[in-house]
């Protein structure tokens, strides 16, 4: 996220050096972990190795397959936003490097009251209960807020039980990003508070539905800043975010599962090491067509993606759970209030019900290619929007 173009790139060479030197061990580990979820697939006679994970969720592979092409099918849209995104930086063509570089500096700066402030401005607009539910975390003091000498990077919920309310952990510097992802885990925590009155076995929504309130909390918060947003030039960084963030939570993730599909038919073919980083940069270069220039250095990033070590074909809740939610949005703009009780009905089910009967029961067929189609239509007009300014 750097300004300086240099420093990005510095800084995935730097990364990326260690992986490179150390790839043969991943594809080492890799491939065991690959060996061992086919075996068992094998064994226990599923029809694929993702539809182990599918199984798991509660999800039929039609659904997922549809997902998948219909992803794979609207790759044009982030492809436009990149050739866009290059005239912004002054550039031919973008770098793998500077895909999300800023393409305005945003200096304002929030403090974590602010941003407490806006959260829940933006819930209670939507609904008091959803508000309510993300204030009860905030009173009892369950969040860590602030980075620490002895703490990780990065931002999580954590829900432990019914009977207590959910743990967030967050790494609060005062940026935009930050104040989202403030609602983004607050989102986590209110899905958990709603689903309380189930057991513990049945309180967490299966992974196709887990970042349904969480989106959708980010969903509401963006949607508040753009409309109050004071100029061309703040509705401009808010909306290439957005843009960036969609295209690292839908596309990079069909993407990763598209690679995971492949590598384990590979692997158990006697793929080797060099091989299977070529896949990943054939994956890239479908990914980005001619919009992005791709240095060879990413063939090595596949090797630090933790989803495909432990937990294969995970990614797919990210895009699922994201298109999910702007679809839910885009209804609740149509329908207004009137809608609200649909969303709070899904996120009351937690993991009580299959994904497919929750969302049946308002209405939503998620094996329909339309229905996804639909949230790609919002995305089109963010970037229209973008273009306009």
Not at 107 to 112: A, G, L, P, V
Not at 197 to 223: D, K, R, V, W
Not at 224 to 240: H, N, P, R, T
């Amino acid at each position: 996220y750097s300004l300086d173009p240099a420093e990005r790139e510095a800084a995935f060479r730097a990364r990326f050096d260690q992986y490179e030197k150390n790839i043969d061990k991943f594809f080492v580990a890799y491939q065991a972990i690959v060996k061992d979820w086919n075996y068992e697939m094998k064994l226990r006679g599923f029809k694929s190795p993702i539809s182990m994970r599918n199984v798991a969720n509660h999800i039929e592979d039609k659904v997922i397959d549809t997902l998948i092409k219909v992803c794979s099918d609207n790759v044009d849209v982030f492809q436009n936003y990149f050739r866009f995104k290059a005239k912004e930086l002054g550039v031919n063509k973008l770098s793998r490097f500077d895909l999300y570089a800023p393409i305005g500096e945003s200096n304002e700066k929030y403090s974590y009251n602010d941003a407490l402030k806006m959260v829940d401005e933006a819930f209670r607009g939507f609904s008091s209960t959803f508000a309510e539910n993300a204030k009860k975390i905030i009173q009892e003091k369950h969040i860590d807020s602030h980075p620490g000498d002895s703490k990780r990077g990065g931002a999580f919920c954590m829900t432990v039980a019914p009977s207590i309310d959910p743990y967030v952990l967050l790494n609060f510097a005062g940026k935009m990003r930050d104040v989202s992802t403030l609602a983004h885990e607050l989102g986590h925590g209110v899905h958990s508070i709603y689903a309380n009155s189930h057991s513990i076995s049945a309180q967490h929504a299966n992974l196709p539905l887990a970042e349904t309130a969480s989106t959708f909390g980010e969903m509401i918060l963006f949607e508040k800043l753009l409309g109050e947003a004071k100029s061309d030039s703040q509705k401009k960084v808010l909306l290439s975010d957005k843009l960036a963030d969609s295209y690292a939570t839908i596309c990079r993730q069909n993407f990763i599962v598209k690679f995971e599909i492949e590598a384990h038919e590979a692997i158990q073919k006697g793929i080797e090491q060099k091989d299977l980083s070529k896949l990943w940069l054939a994956n890239l270069n479908e990914q980005f067509g001619d919009s992005v220039i791709v240095d060879p250095l990413f063939q090595y990033e596949w090797s630090y993606i933790p989803h495909i070590i432990h937990t294969p074909f995970y990614c797919y809740a990210y895009n699922f759970g994201e298109l999910l939610s702007m679809a839910l949005y885009a209804r609740y703009k149509t329908e207004g209030q009137t809608f609200v009780p649909s969303i709070e009905k899904i996120l009351s089910a937690g993991g009580s019900k299959d994904p497919n009967e929750v969302l049946q029961e308002v209405g939503i067929d998620m094996s329909s290619a339309d229905f996804w189609q639909g949230s790609f239509e919002l995305i089109n007009q963010w970037q229209n929007q973008l273009e306009a300014l």
